[in-house]
T-cell receptor, first 117, second 111 residues
C-alpha cells in the first residue's frame, strides 16, 4: 500500500522550456502533497506544500511564479517548472500524506531527474 | 547549526555486520521520528516511523529514540549488499506536517 507514482522519471530539454511533473497517489487519497528538490549527495529540500483545492504554500526563497503547483484532485498534484534554465536542473521528488487524518508518514515518489541544456 | 545532524559517511561494512546509523537533533519539540532508505536515483522509502522515545523493531531493522539526549538510531542486523543505500533520518513536530531531514548517510555493505 501507500504507493506514490511520479511521472516522468527523466526529462532532458532546452533552456526556456516549461516542464510539468505529475505526482499521483495510487491507492489512497492525499489532501496534502509535498514537493522537494534534491541536489547530488545532499538531503531533500522542501519547496512547497500542496493542498487539494487551495493555493500551495511555498518555502522561503522558492519562486512561486517559477514553480507552479496545482493540486486539483485528491490523487494528483503537478509541479510546472516554467521557462526552465540550467540552474533548475535537479532531482525533484514529491510525497503524499493520507487524508485519513491523524499522524501519518509521508510516502515518496521515485523522483524526476530534470536536465536543462 | 543544522536542526538535524547526520554523518554523511560513507560507512562501509562487511556482509552480515550489524550497522548503526545515528542522528542528533536540536529542537526538543520534535515528536515524530522516521528513517527512510534511498537507493540511487530513486525516491526515499519509509523504513521506520516512531513517536517519542523508545524502540521499534521490524524484521532486521530496529529504531531507537532517546529524547533526553536528542539522539535517534537505526540498527540493521545481518546486513546484506542490498542494504547499500543512503539512509535519511527525519523528524517532525507534534502538529504540522513539515519534515526536517538529516543529510543522509551512505551505507555500503560489501559481499
Amino acid at each position: 500500500g501507500a504507493v506514490v507514482s511520479q511521472h516522468p522519471s527523466r526529462v532532458i530539454c532546452k533552456s526556456g522550456t516549461s516542464v510539468k511533473i505529475e505526482c499521483r497517489s495510487l491507492d489512497f487519497q492525499a489532501t496534502t502533497m509535498f514537493w522537494y528538490r534534491q541536489f547530488p549527495k545532499q538531503s531533500l529540500m522542501l519547496m512547497a506544500t500542496s493542498n487539494e483545492g487551495s493555493k500551495a504554500t511555498y518555502e522561503q526563497g522558492v519562486e512561486k511564479d517559477k514553480f507552479l503547483i496545482n493540486h486539483a484532485s485528491l490523487t494528483l498534484s503537478t509541479l510546472t517548472v516554467t521557462s526552465a534554465h540550467p540552474e533548475d536542473s535537479s532531482f525533484y521528488i514529491c510525497s503524499a500524506l493520507h487524508s485519513t487524518g491523524g499522524h501519518q508518514p509521508q510516502h515518496f515518489g521515485d523522483g524526476t531527474r530534470l536536465s536543462i541544456l | 547549526q543544522k536542526e538535524v545532524e547526520q554523518d554523511p559517511g560513507p560507512l562501509s561494512v562487511p556482509e552480515g555486520a550489524i550497522v548503526s546509523l545515528n542522528c542528533t537533533y536540536s529542537n526538543s519539540a520534535f515528536q515524530y521520528f522516521m528513517w527512510y532508505r534511498q537507493y540511487s536515483r530513486k525516491g526515499p522509502e519509509l523504513l521506520m516511523y516512531t513517536y517519542s522515545s523508545g524502540n521499534k523493531e521490524d524484521g532486521r531493522f530496529t529504531a531507537q529514540v532517546d529524547k533526553s539526549s536528542k539522539y535517534i538510531s537505526l540498527f540493521i542486523r545481518d546486513s546484506q549488499p542490498s542494504d547499500s543505500a543512503t539512509y535519511l533520518c527525519a523528524t517532525k513536530m507534534e502538529y504540522g506536517n513539515k519534515l526536517v531531514f538529516g543529510a543522509g548517510t551512505i551505507l555500503r555493505v560489501k559481499s
